[in-house]
C-alpha cells in the first residue's frame, strides 16, 4: 500500500490513520472541487463508526460548523490551488482550538501544509482548467480502509 501511495504523491499514511484513530471526532472541510473528496470520506469514515462531520459551509454557515471543534478532534482541510478562504480559516479555527489539523493538498508548501500536523500531497491530473479528483479519492479511501483494518485489529 505504501508503495502505490508514494506514487501519488502521499507519505507517511501511517501516522495519518493514527492521529484519524485517535480522534474523538473527524471534521473534514471542503469547498469546491475540494466536495467531492470529502463527502466521500466522511462517507467511509461513519461506514466505520466514527464521527465524521462535513464542514461545507452550505449556507454561508462556516463559522456555526466549525464552533464544535474541539482539541479532542481532528480536523482534515482539503485545499487546492487557489486555496479557499473558508477553508484557510476553519484551519486557522482547528489551529486556535489545539486540534490536530491534517491537510490534503497538492502542494507541500502551502498556506495550510506547513502548519499541519500531517500533510499529505497529492497529484492530480490536470488537463486545461479541469483537474481530475481521482488521487484525492484514493488517498481518502486508503486511509479509510486503514484505519478500518487499526480498528478492527485494536478491539
Known amino acids: 500500500m505504501a508503495c502505490a501511495l508514494r506514487r501519488y504523491g502521499v507519505t507517511d ?5 493514527n492521529i ?22 466522511s462517507y467511509a469514515l461513519r461506514h ?4 465524521a462531520y462535513l464542514v461545507d459551509g452550505i ?4 463559522a456555526q460548523q466549525t464552533q464544535p471543534i474541539k482539541k479532542s478532534a481532528t480536523v482534515i482541510a482539503i485545499s487546492f490551488i487557489p486555496y479557499v478562504k473558508e477553508t484557510l ?8 482550538k489545539r486540534s490536530a489539523l491534517i491537510v490534503i493538498t497538492a502542494r507541500p508548501l502551502s498556506p495550510m501544509a506547513l502548519q499541519a500536523i500531517v500533510s499529505q500531497v497529492v497529484k492530480e491530473a490536470q488537463v486545461g482548467n479541469f483537474y481530475s479528483p481521482t488521487s484525492s479519492l484514493y488517498l481518502a479511501q486508503t486511509l479509510s480502509i486503514g484505519l478500518a483494518f487499526c480498528r478492527q485489529n485494536n478491539h
Open 13 to 17: 499514511p501511517g501516522k495519518t490513520v
Open 48 to 51: 466505520i463508526d466514527r464521527r
Open 89 to 96: 480559516e476553519a484551519a486557522a479555527t482547528a489551529l486556535k
Open 59 to 62: 449556507g454561508g454557515m462556516f
Open 20 to 41: 484519524l484513530n485517535a480522534a474523538q471526532a473527524v471534521h473534514i472541510v471542503c469547498v469546491r472541487r475540494a466536495f467531492v473528496v470529502a463527502f466521500y470520506f
